[in-house]
């Protein structure tokens, strides 16, 4: 059955920095975009990050631009998103999600606070 887990989110200060790891299993990890996805406290999902299936594609919210690098390691079946620079607008739940187009499949969630 098709699996994703967050990990690695956190508590830290503004500035600081996070990675969330993402490993899935249940379905050929290589053979798929993926894309992050954040839900802040008491507003909808937004979409963070995409990522082609090959990890040469990348795209991100306009707001994150610089601060955020999505990535990815097919032989480990791993996706990553880098958060540099943290700001208390990033505050949220941040979801793995398999597709881009069409996400099918989500992973439970990992909780980022921002907070001085």
Same mark, same amino acid.
């Given at each position: &059955?098709?699996?994703?887990? *967050?990990?690695? =989110?956190?508590?830290?200060?503004?500035g600081g920095s996070l990675r969330l790891s993402c490993v899935?299993?249940?379905?050929?990890?290589?053979?798929?975009?993926?894309?992050?996805?954040? &839900?802040?406290?008491? $507003?909808?999902? *937004?979409?963070?990050?995409? /990522?082609?299936? =090959?990890? !040469? $594609? %990348?795209?991100?919210?306009?707001? @994150? $631009?610089?601060?955020?690098?999505?990535?990815?390691?097919?032989?480990?079946?791993?996706?990553?998103?880098?958060?540099?620079n943290l700001k208390s607008e990033d505050t949220a739940v941040?979801?793995?999600? $398999? =597709? /881009?187009? !069409?996400?099918?499949?989500?992973?439970?969630? !990992? &909780? @980022? %606070? @921002?907070?001085?």
């Amino acid at each position: &059955q098709v699996q994703l887990v *967050e990990s690695g =989110g956190g508590s830290v200060q503004p500035g600081g920095s996070l990675r969330l790891s993402c490993v899935v299993s249940g379905f050929t990890f290589s053979n798929y975009h993926m894309s992050w996805v954040r &839900q802040a406290p008491g $507003k909808g999902l *937004e979409w963070v990050s995409g /990522i082609n299936d =090959g990890g !040469t $594609k %990348t795209n991100v919210l306009d707001s @994150v $631009k610089g601060r955020f690098t999505v990535s990815r390691d097919n032989a480990k079946n791993t996706l990553y998103l880098q958060m540099n620079n943290l700001k208390s607008e990033d505050t949220a739940v941040y979801y793995c999600v $398999k =597709g /881009i187009v !069409t996400m099918d499949y989500w992973g439970q969630g !990992t &909780q @980022v %606070t @921002v907070s001085s």
